[in-house]
């Protein structure tokens, strides 16, 4: 029986205007999102990557209507997001919660951790203040921390210990959705275990769905059911994690693994190596936006934008390596390389 999406997301935009001179003239558009598509099941953890600025946070962030999107629906648990007023999208925040990549930034300094935890059951009207005294102790528990924690200050913390205190609090509301921005990227190799692991035992616990952010292939590995690579605002690679890291496609994709570190000596693995920055989402190359790094680009790539297409089985890549036009690009090219033309 086909599983029915928590999340539904079809053509999601997020442009940015970028104001000119004195009376603020539009003089054109930041893409940080530029037409994705994509579901999460229920239970199950979706990884989005790609580099800083490729639009990842951004994406977290329209979902929970932090930021409103520009064009596009957002459909949770069967409801549409993007046309509720504040107040119903606030009650939806109850079951959409997020962590965020670095928790001292979001935990107010002057507030004990009982008080930061305490506040969400505030805001959603959850229980009375002794209910919610017993809860944030809980949940401290529950994160690995003590209840004699909740009279400490966020500085009293470490990275990890303070990672805890962001978990507990997105859990505060029973969510169903946690979206975790880069959760562990600020924390050290040996503490991003230790809060993994913490999230995948919460995850079973709480029946809970995740959408895991990250920059790096490596930290997403073993906690997704399968991931999605962003470049410039677009999708453009989606797969099962086990094929995603077996058998990439996508050039990008190819060239995010091969920088990441396999504790294996026998392991042969592909190296394709990029170069340059990415270019500015205010002014994204022709075609393809990769063809300005990529090293298999064709003529068809500087012309044409490829789009996302499914190759088996929910795994789906956007480049014309894969398309039937690209197939005429490529016989065309070792035809050239053999001299025939
Ligand atoms: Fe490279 Fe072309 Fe594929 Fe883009 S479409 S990733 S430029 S081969």
Same mark, same amino acid.
């Given at each position: 029986m086909e599983q029915k999406p928590l999340l539904k997301v079809e053509g999601l935009k997020k442009y940015f205007p970028i104001k000119k001179g004195l009376l603020g003239r539009t003089a054109g558009y930041v893409k940080a999102v530029d037409d994705i598509s994509f579901h999460v099941n229920k239970g199950e953890t979706l990884g989005i990557v790609g580099e800083s600025g490729c639009g990842k946070s951004t994406t977290g962030r329209v979902l929970m209507r932090l930021l409103e999107p520009t064009e596009g629906t957002v459909e949770f648990d069967g409801r549409e997001l993007t046309d509720l007023s504040a107040g119903d999208m606030r009650k939806v925040r109850r079951d959409i919660q997020m962590v965020f990549q670095d928790p001292y930034a979001s935990l107010? +300094? =002057?507030?004990?951790i009982g008080k930061i935890l305490e506040e969400p059951l505030i805001v959603h009207g959850i229980s009375h203040a002794k209910e919610r005294k017993k809860t944030v102790n809980k949940f401290l528990e529950i994160v690995?921390? @003590? %209840? !004699?924690? %909740?009279? =400490? !200050? +966020?500085?009293?913390? @470490?990275g990890g210990q303070r990672q805890r205190v962001g978990i507990a609090r997105a859990l505060m509301t029973n969510p169903k959705l946690i979206i975790a921005?880069? +959760?562990?990227? %600020?924390?050290?190799v040996s503490i991003q275990a230790q809060v993994l692991n913490l999230m995948q035992d919460l995850q079973k616990e709480f029946d809970l769905t995740y959408i895991f952010i990250a920059h790096d292939l490596g930290v997403v590995r073993h906690i997704s059911d399968r991931v999605g690579v962003m470049y410039l605002g677009r999708i453009v690679e989606i797969a099962p994690s086990e094929q995603l890291y077996a058998e990439p496609l996508h050039p990008y994709t190819r060239a995010l693994l091969s920088a990441v570190p396999i504790p294996d000596p026998d392991y042969q693995k592909e190296q394709v190596t990029i170069e340059g920055d990415i270019p500015s989402p205010a002014n994204p190359p022709s075609g393809c936006t990769f063809h300005t790094r990529c090293p298999f680009k064709m003529d068809v790539c500087t012309k044409v934008t490829p789009q996302l297409m499914e190759q088996q089985n929910g795994h789906s890549v956007a480049c014309h390596l894969y398309s039937e036009q690209a197939g005429t690009d490529i016989a065309w090219k070792e035809k050239e390389m053999e001299g025939s033309v």
């Amino acid at each position: 029986m086909e599983q029915k999406p928590l999340l539904k997301v079809e053509g999601l935009k997020k442009y940015f205007p970028i104001k000119k001179g004195l009376l603020g003239r539009t003089a054109g558009y930041v893409k940080a999102v530029d037409d994705i598509s994509f579901h999460v099941n229920k239970g199950e953890t979706l990884g989005i990557v790609g580099e800083s600025g490729c639009g990842k946070s951004t994406t977290g962030r329209v979902l929970m209507r932090l930021l409103e999107p520009t064009e596009g629906t957002v459909e949770f648990d069967g409801r549409e997001l993007t046309d509720l007023s504040a107040g119903d999208m606030r009650k939806v925040r109850r079951d959409i919660q997020m962590v965020f990549q670095d928790p001292y930034a979001s935990l107010n +300094p =002057r507030h004990t951790i009982g008080k930061i935890l305490e506040e969400p059951l505030i805001v959603h009207g959850i229980s009375h203040a002794k209910e919610r005294k017993k809860t944030v102790n809980k949940f401290l528990e529950i994160v690995g921390l @003590s %209840a !004699y924690h %909740a009279k =400490r !200050y +966020p500085h009293q913390f @470490s990275g990890g210990q303070r990672q805890r205190v962001g978990i507990a609090r997105a859990l505060m509301t029973n969510p169903k959705l946690i979206i975790a921005d880069e +959760p562990v990227s %600020a924390l050290d190799v040996s503490i991003q275990a230790q809060v993994l692991n913490l999230m995948q035992d919460l995850q079973k616990e709480f029946d809970l769905t995740y959408i895991f952010i990250a920059h790096d292939l490596g930290v997403v590995r073993h906690i997704s059911d399968r991931v999605g690579v962003m470049y410039l605002g677009r999708i453009v690679e989606i797969a099962p994690s086990e094929q995603l890291y077996a058998e990439p496609l996508h050039p990008y994709t190819r060239a995010l693994l091969s920088a990441v570190p396999i504790p294996d000596p026998d392991y042969q693995k592909e190296q394709v190596t990029i170069e340059g920055d990415i270019p500015s989402p205010a002014n994204p190359p022709s075609g393809c936006t990769f063809h300005t790094r990529c090293p298999f680009k064709m003529d068809v790539c500087t012309k044409v934008t490829p789009q996302l297409m499914e190759q088996q089985n929910g795994h789906s890549v956007a480049c014309h390596l894969y398309s039937e036009q690209a197939g005429t690009d490529i016989a065309w090219k070792e035809k050239e390389m053999e001299g025939s033309v």
